[in-house]
């Protein structure tokens, strides 16, 4: 899976899409590098940088010097990219020094997928044909401290999807959980989805948004089948947010 952070600083690739900022001389004085693939005259300064395949935000932030790196480059074109800093295509035209037209620049957005609806989906319902049961922090004589996550009645056997593209990063039992599979979205967040019958991934894989990881069930603590779906900042218990917020903020109609 591709991040934000980029394992490894991918090589310049020729094509003629690829847009490259001025660099000040040593002397002071302003080269413009030319368009790679175009002609060899000197171009105008450039403020904007168009994807090109393999980029990933990290690496266009470190060879363009974008000041505070990848967050600010994703913040200043959150309009083009949309709601998972992952998603970014070749062709889109990125602002380098500032807000692109539209996108949002209130600070209080600036977290991955918590609070600015994408402008397309970039997530989906983990199950279809569900019946929603229990909320996120509903109270009851099941949970100690609220509930944390948002349950689906589903019938065992029923495809559990992944809600977007990302790395597994816990595949296997919880005594309370029964089977579960823990995802890693980005930066920030992950999905998980307990009380499984079936497991379908394992650590280290990754998956596309939608994929199918497992199948539902009634495993671990449970009083009849369903799936169990959270939203966390970690990977673990206890760093729970709404996962239904989540969803909607990703663009699935809940």
Known sequence: MSSPHGR?????RPGGARKLATRASAAGATLALPVIGASTALAEEDTTYTVASGDTLSVIAAEQDVDGGWK??????KSVIGGDPNLIAPGME????GPAEGSATDADNAS???DTAAAEPTAVMPVDGSTPTAGYEASGANWENGHTGQDWS??????VKAAAKGTV???GWDDSFGYQIVVKHGAEDYTHY?????????????VSMGEAVAQSGATGNVTGPHLHF?????PEYGSAKNPITWLENHGVTT
């Open 169 to 171: 990063v816990e595949a």
């Open 94 to 97: 990125l602002s380098l020094d």
């Open 112 to 114: 991955y997928g918590t």
């Open 8 to 12: 490894h600083r991918a090589p310049r």
């Open 194 to 206: 307990a009380h499984l019958s079936h497991i379908d991934v394992s650590v280290g894989d990754s």
């Open 72 to 77: 600010a480059l994703y913040e200043n074109n």
């Open 154 to 159: 589903v019938p065992v056997g029923t495809t």
């Open 230 to 234: 959270e939203v966390r900042t970690t």
